[in-house]
C-alpha cells in the first residue's frame, strides 16, 4: 500500500515537473564546444533573406517617433483584429505579423501592461498556425506585468517571432513566412504614415522614402506565391500599388569617411558619407493614402 | 519503504539535473545587461567559431539594415570558455569599411562600438575571434536615444 503511495506521489510530482512551463526556454543559448565546430559558421538564411526577415523594423520605426518626441497613440494599433476570427493560414500568418509590430510598438513606449491583451491574440494565432510553442508566452507575459526589464522584452519578442518564422520556412511553409513579414512591413509602414501626418518631420519623411528598395526586396521575396490562390494575389496587387507610388523617387548618395573618437571606453564612428530621399509633397500623401487604404483593407478581410 | 524513497530521490535529482541543463545560458542575460540604460534591443548575433586555419578574412558575416539617423550600439560579449576575443567589421554595400572594433594602430579591442549612422543601406556585418582563435560569443546590436 505505502509502495503505491508513494508512486502515485513520484507520478504527480514528475508530472508536475514534465508539464511545468519552461518558458525561458527561448532563452536558450547554449554554447556548444568549440573544438568541435567546423572554420565557419554562416547563418542558413540567405544574404537578402536576412534583410527582410527583419522583426526589428516597428521597433526603429518607434524609435524615431520618440526621438521625434511623438507621444504614444493606440488608435495606430490594429485594434480591430479579433484572434478567433481567422480562417484562413494566410489570414493567420499575415494577422501575426500585423500584430508583432502593434507588440514591438506598445514595448517600445513601454505599455507592457496594455499590451497583454495582444500577447494573448498572438499566442492564439500562433497556435493556429501550430507555431506557438515557439512564442514564449508566459516570460513575455510577466515581464509584461511586472514591467521589469524593457531590453529583456524586447529580445524574447524579436526572437519569438525569428523563431516562429523559421519554423514556417523549414517545415515548408515559406509563403506563410513571407505574409508575416508583409504584415509586420506594412504595420510598420502604417505607423510611420500615419505619425507623418500628424506630426510632419523631415526625418521620417526620409524613412519613408527609404523604404523605396526595402518594399522592391520585399515583393521579390513574396513574388513566387502570388499565383498560388486569391489571397496572394491580393496582396501582391496591394505591395505592387504601394510600390507604383514609389516608382520616381530617387534616392542618392553623398562619398565621406568615417571619423571615430572614444568615449568611456566606447569607440563612436561618425558615417559622414550620407543618403538623401527626393521626394515631392504630393508623392509623400500618394503613399500616406494607398499605405493606410492598403492597411485597413487588410485588417477589415 | 527505504527503497522507493531512495529511487524517488535519484529520480527527483536525476530530473533537476536534466532540467538545469536546459536553462538559459547566462551570457544572453550578462551581454543584454551590459548594452546600458539608454541602448534599446535591436537584434542579436550568435557566434560560434572554431579554430581558423588561416587568419585572413572574419569568418562569419551577416547582413543587416541600418538606417540613418539613427545611432546603433554593438555589444561585444565573448564567452568565457572562447580562446580568442570577439571582434566586429562593419562594411557597406560599396565595399568600404565603415567600422572596427579593433583599434590596428593601439591594438585596443573595444567591446563596446557605436556607429552613428547617415546612410541608410544594407551592411555587413561580419565577426570573428582574435587572431582566428575558437570562441563563442554573441553581439547584440541596439538602438541608442
Known amino acids: 500500500m505505502k509502495?503505491?503511495?508513494?508512486?502515485?506521489?513520484?507520478?504527480?510530482?514528475?508530472?508536475?515537473?514534465?508539464?511545468?512551463?519552461?518558458?525561458?526556454?527561448?532563452?536558450?543559448?547554449?554554447?556548444?564546444?568549440?573544438?568541435?565546430?567546423?572554420?565557419?559558421?554562416?547563418?542558413?538564411?540567405?544574404?537578402?533573406?536576412?534583410?527582410?526577415?527583419?522583426?526589428?523594423?516597428?521597433?526603429?520605426?518607434?524609435?524615431?517617433?520618440?526621438?521625434?518626441?511623438?507621444?504614444?497613440?493606440?488608435?495606430?494599433?490594429?485594434?480591430?483584429?479579433?484572434?478567433?476570427?481567422?480562417?484562413?493560414?494566410?489570414?493567420?500568418?499575415?494577422?501575426?505579423?500585423?500584430?508583432?509590430?502593434?507588440?514591438?510598438?506598445?514595448?517600445?513606449?513601454?505599455?507592457?501592461?496594455?499590451?497583454?491583451?495582444?500577447?494573448?491574440?498572438?499566442?492564439?494565432?500562433?497556435?493556429?498556425?501550430?507555431?506557438?510553442?515557439?512564442?514564449?508566452?508566459?516570460?513575455?507575459?510577466?515581464?509584461?506585468?511586472?514591467?521589469?526589464?524593457?531590453?529583456?522584452?524586447?529580445?524574447?519578442?524579436?526572437?519569438?517571432?525569428?523563431?516562429?518564422?523559421?519554423?514556417?520556412?523549414?517545415?515548408?511553409?515559406?509563403?506563410?513566412?513571407?505574409?508575416?513579414?508583409?504584415?509586420?512591413?506594412?504595420?510598420?509602414?502604417?505607423?510611420?504614415?500615419?505619425?507623418?501626418?500628424?506630426?510632419?518631420?523631415?526625418?521620417?519623411?526620409?524613412?519613408?522614402?527609404?523604404?523605396?528598395?526595402?518594399?522592391?526586396?520585399?515583393?521579390?521575396?513574396?513574388?513566387?506565391?502570388?499565383?498560388?490562390?486569391?489571397?496572394?494575389?491580393?496582396?501582391?496587387?496591394?505591395?505592387?500599388?504601394?510600390?507604383?507610388?514609389?516608382?520616381?523617387?530617387?534616392?542618392?548618395?553623398?562619398?565621406g569617411d568615417p571619423s571615430s573618437s572614444e568615449k568611456d571606453g566606447i569607440l563612436v564612428v561618425t558615417q559622414t558619407e550620407t543618403s538623401m530621399v527626393e521626394m515631392t509633397d504630393e508623392q509623400l500623401a500618394e503613399i500616406i493614402d494607398i499605405t493606410g487604404n492598403v492597411r485597413n483593407k487588410l485588417i477589415a478581410n | 519503504m527505504k527503497k522507493y524513497l531512495l529511487g524517488f530521490l535519484l529520480l527527483l535529482s536525476g530530473y533537476a539535473v536534466l532540467y538545469g541543463q536546459t536553462q538559459s545560458d547566462p551570457l544572453v542575460s550578462k551581454c543584454l545587461l551590459s548594452t546600458g540604460p539608454t541602448a534599446k534591443y535591436l537584434k542579436d548575433f550568435r557566434i560560434q567559431l572554431g579554430q581558423s586555419t588561416s587568419q585572413d578574412a572574419f569568418r562569419y558575416k551577416a547582413n543587416m539594415s541600418l538606417w540613418k539617423n539613427t545611432r546603433y550600439r554593438f555589444t561585444l560579449c565573448t564567452a568565457d570558455n572562447s580562446q580568442g576575443q570577439l571582434i566586429l567589421n562593419i562594411w557597406d554595400n560599396s565595399n568600404n569599411v565603415v567600422l572596427s572594433s579593433v583599434d590596428k594602430k593601439t591594438g585596443t579591442i573595444y567591446n563596446y562600438v557605436d556607429l552613428i549612422c547617415n546612410k541608410s543601406g544594407i551592411y555587413q556585418i561580419y565577426f570573428d575571434f582574435t587572431e582566428g582563435q575558437a570562441g563563442s560569443g554573441i553581439s547584440i546590436v541596439s538602438m541608442i536615444q
Open chain 1, 3 to 255: 509502495g503505491r503511495v508513494i508512486i502515485s506521489v513520484l507520478a504527480v510530482v514528475l508530472t508536475i515537473f514534465s508539464c511545468r512551463n519552461n518558458s525561458r526556454k527561448s532563452e536558450e543559448f547554449v554554447l556548444a564546444n568549440t573544438d568541435s565546430l567546423t572554420a565557419s559558421v554562416n547563418p542558413e538564411v540567405d544574404a537578402m533573406e536576412e534583410i527582410y526577415r527583419n522583426f526589428s523594423s516597428p521597433l526603429e520605426i518607434a524609435n524615431l517617433f520618440q526621438v521625434m518626441g511623438v507621444p504614444f497613440s493606440p488608435s495606430y494599433l490594429a485594434s480591430s483584429l479579433n484572434a478567433n476570427e481567422q480562417t484562413t493560414s494566410f489570414q493567420k500568418a499575415l494577422y501575426l505579423g500585423i500584430l508583432g509590430a502593434d507588440l514591438g510598438y506598445l514595448n517600445m513606449y513601454e505599455k507592457t501592461g496594455t499590451a497583454i491583451e495582444l500577447v494573448s491574440s498572438v499566442k492564439k494565432i500562433a497556435d493556429g498556425l501550430n507555431v506557438g510553442q515557439f512564442f514564449n508566452f508566459e516570460t513575455i507575459k510577466r515581464i509584461s506585468l511586472n514591467k521589469s526589464n524593457l531590453d529583456s522584452l524586447l529580445f524574447l519578442s524579436v526572437d519569438s517571432y525569428s523563431r516562429m518564422d523559421e519554423f514556417l520556412r523549414k517545415n515548408n511553409r515559406s509563403q506563410l513566412s513571407s505574409i508575416m513579414i508583409v504584415g509586420v512591413w506594412i504595420e510598420a509602414q502604417y505607423f510611420a504614415t500615419q505619425v507623418m501626418k500628424q506630426y510632419p518631420n523631415h526625418l521620417l519623411r526620409e524613412r519613408i522614402g527609404e523604404q523605396k528598395y526595402f518594399l522592391e526586396d520585399l515583393i521579390r521575396n513574396v513574388a513566387p506565391y502570388c499565383d498560388n490562390d486569391k489571397e496572394f494575389a491580393t496582396v501582391c496587387s496591394y505591395l505592387r500599388d504601394i510600390a507604383s507610388k514609389y516608382e520616381n523617387i530617387k534616392i542618392s548618395y553623398t562619398k
